[in-house]
């Protein structure tokens, strides 16, 4: 497998005004297979994050889910049905998984504009997602609509304080080169190497008034740090190049949120 890591310079990559919807959609069905290439590198530290972050906070909000009809939007590889068991699995994306887990029903679909009818789904997964939609207010709109009353979201987030905003110093000190606060789309190349992907960037608030706007009510908001010596010794020996990590900013942001 050829994965091929790219510079990034914060300072000079542009940030796009006008962005065409339909091409920022049209991007991810290339560049899937790449995607799944790079979170199952062996010696990259992609894995490791998503293992010791990702999937422990998005299984421990979800909690117990047998008995619930679970919907898993921009499901990627659809690795949250390798971990839960709800009575019933359905996954949508852009793209179809190259092997989709046994038993999802899948359909392709934008986040934007669902294909399920009302009322659909006890629980709701946007892992790592939403960053990529166009129209935040839409995808949120349309999880609610698919959603029943007193159903739940869970969402997972590159961190806004952290995710293109600086940059990690060898001696792990994060240098801020952006501000943190701004809204903004830009293109890049997720651990610089999958890409280029159309990304937008949005603070915290945004994020919040937006649910509350399409009728979620925020029930928990969590942020993850890196563990520094959990992370060292998961990847002690492993990677091809060693990345500056940093437990100052959290990486990843979490939000579980109920239909209101
Ligand atoms: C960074 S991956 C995350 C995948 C998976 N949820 C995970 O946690 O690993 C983003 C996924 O969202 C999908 N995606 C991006 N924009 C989307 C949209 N508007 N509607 C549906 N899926 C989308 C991409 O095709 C890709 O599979």
């Known amino acids: 497998m050829s994965i091929v890591s790219r510079h990034v310079d914060l300072a000079t990559t542009p940030q796009i005004e006008d962005v065409s919807e339909t091409a920022t959609l049209a991007q991810w069905p290339d560049l899937a297979r ?3 290439n790079l979170i199952e590198a062996d010696d990259l530290d992609s894995g490791a994050l998503r293992h010791l972050g990702l999937i422990p906070n998005v299984l421990q ?4 889910v047998s008995s619930s009809q679970v919907l898993d939007a921009g499901t990627g590889t659809s690795w949250l049905f390798r971990h839960v068991a709800p009575k019933r699995a359905f996954a949508c994306d852009l793209t179809r998984p190259t092997e989709l887990v046994d038993g999802v029903t899948f359909r392709i679909n ?5 294909s399920w009818p009302d009322h659909e789904f006890d629980v709701v997964v946007a892992s790592l997602v939403l960053m990529y939609c166009p129209d935040l207010d839409a995808a949120l709109r349309e999880l609610r609509r698919v959603t029943k009353d007193k159903g739940r979201l869970i969402i997972a987030l590159m961190s806004p304080y952290f995710y293109r905003t600086g940059e990690v110093q060898d001696d792990g000190a994060f240098t801020i080169r952006r501000p943190v606060d701004a809204s903004r789309a830009f293109p890049l190349y997720i651990a610089q190497t999958v890409g280029p992907l159309m990304y937008f960037h949005r603070s915290l608030p945004q994020y919040v008034n937006a649910l509350v706007r399409c009728g979620w009510s925020l029930t928990e908001l969590r942020d993850w740090h890196i563990n520094m010596a959990d992370y060292n010794e998961e990847t002690i020996g492993k990677l091809r190049e060693r990345r500056s990590r940093t437990d100052l900013v959290p990486m990843f942001t979490f939000l579980a949120c109920s239909a209101a």
């Open 34 to 36: 790449e995607y799944q």
């Open 61 to 64: 909000l979800l909690g117990d």
């Open 110 to 114: 934008d986040l934007a504009a669902l």
